[in-house]
DNA sequence: GAAAATATGATAGTTTTGCTATCATATTTA
DNA sequence: TAAATATGATAGCAAAACTATCATATTTTC
């Protein structure tokens, strides 16, 4: 379990002043996550966060424009964390499916992690863009974010994605949108199991990350390769059970 | 093109006086559907509303406890629409998989209505469900909000879905993820084109939603069929044209 | 058709949010 | 040691997110 001390890359324009560098930035980062987890976006704000660390408002906006660029820069680093994990994880490997197998248990976020890094608890960090991610571009000004590169660290981890897709089958049709969807999926399947079981066979109880994670592979596999059936190993990842549940 | 007077039942928890029944509420539903299309969810207001309706912020309070409840009010809506639609449109269709194309058709929103509802405006209505709905049921609330019933509607309308899907194959384990990744599948590569087209090979020229109707319709015959190629007629929806496009 | 109930508008006010400005002081860097 | 930079303290303002009250329509009911 190494100390990580590399600092991830984002883009410039999502801050004022870089909150990597500075104690204060990392204590604005380490508590903005654990915030926003127990507040939700719309609940959350610089005073109340300003307060949680015994720090200013006027400090804190001397980091970030506002709350929604510094979720940005939160999914940013997410997804920036994410690429290197698929990076470091499927480097060594040459077969394809194996590599396939191994992005999306990264995606699902069950490829645990043997580094850590002391400002960031990436286990709330993951929450918060299962249940707040989206957010990240569904606004008015997605297209000039957009324009100033904000979304490029999600672009680069599909464009990852949809290489190991196209590495498996040379002609699959959609393979960005078969890796923005696995993508999308992995969070909406683990806030559905949840919070609105009904829109999903994954269930709360057991290993809900590893359900996903079957999920996923099934969906991948049969798209990918329409004449096999899953991951080498299982056939059909869920028995039928009768849900007992009523949400 | 018929006039339908028929209301449809969203759950009355939603609101505290019924909007389709007064010619306020009637001016509530139109123009917030407008507003919201115009400024997203963050820049309307209430305030902003009563003006361009040329009542007052009280007046609307009357109606919606608050702007986020109206959002869900106008989802139900929609999805409520989307339903009946699908119903309409397979209710005479005994084949399976022209059950599952007609409903896949329904869910782009590209099986033309020939029914139009006076207040409501159902492509402004779409646009705003693809570009803001999934805030719905991502906030702090979703469990309580769950609880009185406010997704009920969108859980039926997955529900539908998964039944046709099963139809089509009994023995498929996914059939309400499939549903609901279907569904939300279609509001994000109708976003991605337009806005993040990296994400996707769903072009923004051309006719994006029948595109996105060809990418779901390929997506459901290989999961739910998984030895056949296609809704009868395609076997690769799109020849895969080097993408020109930068963002 | 009068009385009662209900809906709207007008106005005002409260609290919270979102954000900017200024100044003093601490800390770092040159 | 001087200069630059970062933080904290404080203040303040405009807008958002409501709530309350009262007068006047309008509708419903008896």
Redesign the interface.
Known sequence: MAILSVELSINEKLYHRNPQRTELGRNILRHSILLLDE??L??FNFRKLAERIGSTEASIYRYFENK?LLLVYLANWYWEWMRFRIDMKTMHISAPKEKLRVAISCIVDTAKRNTHIEFIDEDVLHRIVV??G??A????E??AQ?KEGF?LS??AL??RIANIILENNP?F?????L???LL??AN??I??AE??P?????REAGDKLKQVEE?LS??AW??VF??V?GPEQEL?????SEDGQP?
Chains 1, 2 share one sequence.
């Open positions: 507040l939700g719309e609940g929604q249940a707040e989206a957010k571009y569904h606004n008015k997605v297209d957009n979304f999600y672009k599909c464009n002609s049709p959609y393979p960005r949108a890796a923005s969807s999308e999926m909406n399947h806030y559905f919070h609105l009904r829109l999903t066979e994954v999920l099934y969906f049969r798209l329409p004449q059936n059909s990842p869920l028995p039928g949400n």
